[in-house]
């Protein structure tokens, strides 16, 4: 441990490697977290209506283990090693040779990239260690909400309260400057979705962004809200208009706002000071 914390690069390649493998186990969560909540609402509609719940076999982040879609072949350990699987098998499954999506390994390694720049940045102690749980947060947001169009309330309320919990003794802000950050996060885009149901008559935005922004709130403060507001604002006009024009989008068809709200928070995260000491210099 000593070694660890006086070696930057060495601590930095460690918390790389727990990336990588933090990586695998969040793809898990993307793609059977949704399935999850869809049968907890089917069993909540059942009961509802007086009916019996429908029999399932066991399905949750741990069962079954892990398996090819294509040929149903349980995934070894030798064949789950973050990346460098993938790379060794040349995308395919060992068994029917079916394709293993390119995103699989994209997301191991993007896991692992930013949890190896968030030690570096911080260097060793509780900065890192909570960049680390907001890094891990903010993936499986990101590609649930590409796919589903869901922040699910399971991430984002601990999150929340992980925040606040983590600057109660001034992690990366105040604990009053945390929970400003929260409601303020919260109340800025409801009142964003109200005028905007009002005056356009429609929804706008769904409430998992304003429960979202609470929570990158409790973690950076309120003093970094405008920046992620103003960042995600940005990413999300800038990509919205691309796929309209380039990818043929239709302009009435929802484009999630969940992964701006992230890359805006990561934003601030490792760069927010030095933009602000930037812009007010």
């Not at 059977?32 to 029999?55: H, V």
């Not at 990346?83 to 060794?88: E, P, Q």
């Not at 998992?208 to 409790?218: Q, R, S, T, V, W």
Request: aromatic share 12%.
């Amino acid at each position: 441990m000593d070694l660890i914390s006086s070696s930057p690069p060495l601590f930095a390649a460690v918390c790389g490697i727990v990336g990588l493998m933090m990586g695998s186990f969040l793809n898990v969560v993307i793609s059977r977290l949704p399935k999850m909540m869809e049968n907890s609402w089917k069993d909540q509609c059942a009961e509802l209506e007086g009916r019996e719940a429908e029999k399932r076999p066991e399905f949750n982040l741990v069962i079954p283990r892990s398996r090819c879609d294509s040929c149903g072949h349980h995934i070894s350990p030798s064949d789950n090693i973050p990346v460098l699987s993938y790379l060794l098998l040349k995308g395919k499954c060992r068994y029917c040779k079916a394709a293993i999506p390119s995103r699989t390994a994209f997301i191991e390694a993007l896991s692992g990239v930013l949890s190896a720049y968030a030690a570096w940045h911080f260097g060793f102690g509780m900065a890192s260690f909570g960049a680390l749980i907001l890094v891990w947060a903010m993936i499986p947001l990101v590609f649930i909400d590409m796919d589903k169009q869901l922040l699910p309330d399971s991430i984002t309320y601990p999150l929340l309260w992980t925040g606040l919990l983590f600057n109660l003794y001034g992690g990366f802000v105040s604990l009053e400057a945390a929970v400003l950050g929260a409601v303020f996060g919260y109340l800025s885009l409801w009142t964003v979705y109200w005028l905007f149901k009002i005056i356009m008559k429609k929804e706008g935005m769904g409430y998992g962004d304003f429960k979202l922004l609470a929570a990158i709130g409790a973690w950076l403060g309120a003093g970094q809200l405008p920046l992620v507001i103003l960042f995600s604002s940005v990413f999300g006009a800038v990509i919205g208009i691309a796929m309209i024009v380039f990818a043929k989008h239709g302009r009435n068809i929802p484009i999630p706002f969940g992964p701006y709200l992230a890359a805006g928070a990561l934003i601030a995260l490792f760069w927010g000071r030095a933009i602000a000491r930037a812009y007010l210099g």
